[in-house]
Structure formats: C-alpha cells, structure tokens
C-alpha cells in the first residue's frame, strides 16, 4: 500500500486534493489507520486517480465524475461525452463571439471605462385597455420559466383564452437574484366574469401613454436600455406614470442562445405640465 504522500507524488494529485476526493466520496482510501489517521492506497486505486484526472481534464464535474467512476453502463458514458462534447462546443462558440466583440472594440477604439452602451430606439404610443391574468409573487429569479409556464397551466385551465407574451413588473427597490418580489401577466380576451383566486386573478390594465425600447440579448446587460429609457422620458418632457414592465417576445421558452432573446421594455409615461 501506498501513503498518501507517496500516493500523490505517482498521481501528480496533492494530498489536499486526495482528502477532498475522499471527503466527496470520489477515491477513498483503502485504509484510515484509528490511531494517527494516516490515509493508505492501494496500487488498483492508481488506475481510477489518474481515470479522474482524465475527466477533469474533459470538463467533467465532481458529480459528473463519481457517476462515471461508480458504473459499468458504457451507454451512459458514451451519452455523458456527447453531451459534454456539446457544451465544450457551445462555449467556445459563445468564447470567439466574445473574442469578436472584444476585438471590435479595440478596433473601434471605444474607451471600456466610460462604459459600453448599445445603441436603442425609443418609441412612444397609446397602450390600450388590455385584460390581463397575473400574479404576484415572491420569487427566485431562476424560477422564473417554472412560474411562467404554472400560469399558463392555469389560464388552459380555466379556459382563459390567451392574447399574448407574459411580461412581468418588478418591484424590488434593489434587485435580490433569490427573492423578487414579481408580478407577471398575460393578455387575454375580455371576459366579462371576474375570476380571482389565491394565487391568480383578472384584471384589467387602463389605457395609457407608453414609451417602449427593444432589448436584444442576455437579461444580464437589460439595465442599459432601462438607462436611455430613463434619459429619453427625461429629456422629453415626461414623468414616470407607474412602475415599468419587461415583455418577453423571445426567451427562455426558446430552444436558443441569450443572445437572440428578445425583450421589450415599457414605463407608462405622462407629460409633464409645464
């Protein structure tokens, strides 16, 4: 048997790494001597140390790595490759486009520190009275699509006929990734019966005044079309009228990159008197 510091010299792994490995129930030790706590391998266990580094090398993760180690299923660890293979190819894809864009800059020569604002159209028009079915929630960020798709379910239902894309409100004074406190809706036909319940009720948006801009790609970077909405309302004449709403025309629903998501921002506005 080996020590683990004899150990880790053949597989070029530390001995911190070992504890960890064996602490995640990755490669343990064959023996823990009681008295003193002194690891020992077995030179069979060589083999599966340098296996492991082979699939970190692979991008696998820890989790990723024990089901490998732990099966004897060569479907599976065909399917796992594959699938790994597809996410190493995604992110290079996203890294040259990230190269492209950095590249371009510099080309540009745009000053990074004044900051990178896209260039947005503002549009300003009537939003009609709309009916809408919505909820209020408080909400992990993440679990957005899951609470879109439930108020969809709902909607089916109880017959609501659908008229459009959900958008949502957020009223947070500062944003919380774990706890939004969120109100999304859904347009639908009118219906002249009210419903209402626990978790969801109809009601109808009035009719306003709304400047509106196009966000394309990650809701990451959204905050700089909210920043020229904010300028445009300001320098034309107008205040804010109410708490603005995103309305997602392309998004998590899509079988697509964040980059093609599509996001339309709205403040409802009202024009200041002089």
């Known amino acids: 048997m ?84 597809d996410e190493i190819s995604n992110e290079m894809s996203r890294n040259r486009k990230i190269i492209a864009e950095m590249q371009e800059l510099i080309e540009n020569k745009v000053d990074l520190l004044q900051g990178i604002r896209k260039s947005y159209d ?17 909400i992990n960020i993440n679990d957005m699509d899951k609470y879109i798709d439930s108020l969809y379910h709902k909607a089916k239902e109880n017959n609501i006929k659908l008229l459009g894309v959900p958008s949502t409100i957020y009223f947070n004074e500062e944003f919380t990734s774990e706890q939004c406190d969120i109100e999304l809706m859904i347009p639908i036909f009118c219906s002249n019966e009210e419903k209402i319940s626990s978790e969801w009720q109809i009601k109808a948006l009035p009719k306003n005044v709304v400047a509106t801009t196009i966000h394309i790609g990650s809701y990451d970077f959204i905050g700089y079309a909210y920043v020229v909405l904010e300028e445009w309302i300001e320098s034309n004449g107008y205040s804010l009228d109410g708490p603005p709403y995103e309305t997602y025309l392309k998004g998590l629903e899509c079988d697509c990159h964040v980059d093609e998501y599509v996001t339309q921002i709205s403040f409802s506005v009202i024009k200041k008197t002089m």
């Not at 696998?60 to 599976?76: C, G, H, K, W």
């Not at 549009?123 to 709309?130: A, K, P, T, Y």
């Not at 009916?131 to 929630?137: A, D, E, F, K």
């Open 122 to 138: 503002i549009s300003i028009g009537i939003r009609n009275e709309i009916s809408v079915i919505s909820q209020r929630l408080q």
């Open 2 to 85: 080996y020590t683990i510091s004899r150990f880790s010299q053949l597989c070029k792994m530390s001995a911190r790494m070992l504890r960890h490995y064996d602490k995640e129930a990755l490669l343990k030790p064959v023996l823990v001597d009681t008295t003193n706590g002194y690891r020992y391998y077995d030179q069979s266990q060589l083999e599966t140390a340098l296996r492991i580094k082979k699939l970190k090398e692979y991008r696998f993760s820890l989790p990723e790595i024990r089901a490998i180690v732990q099966s004897t299923d060569s479907t599976m660890l065909m399917g796992m490759i594959h699938t790994k293979i």
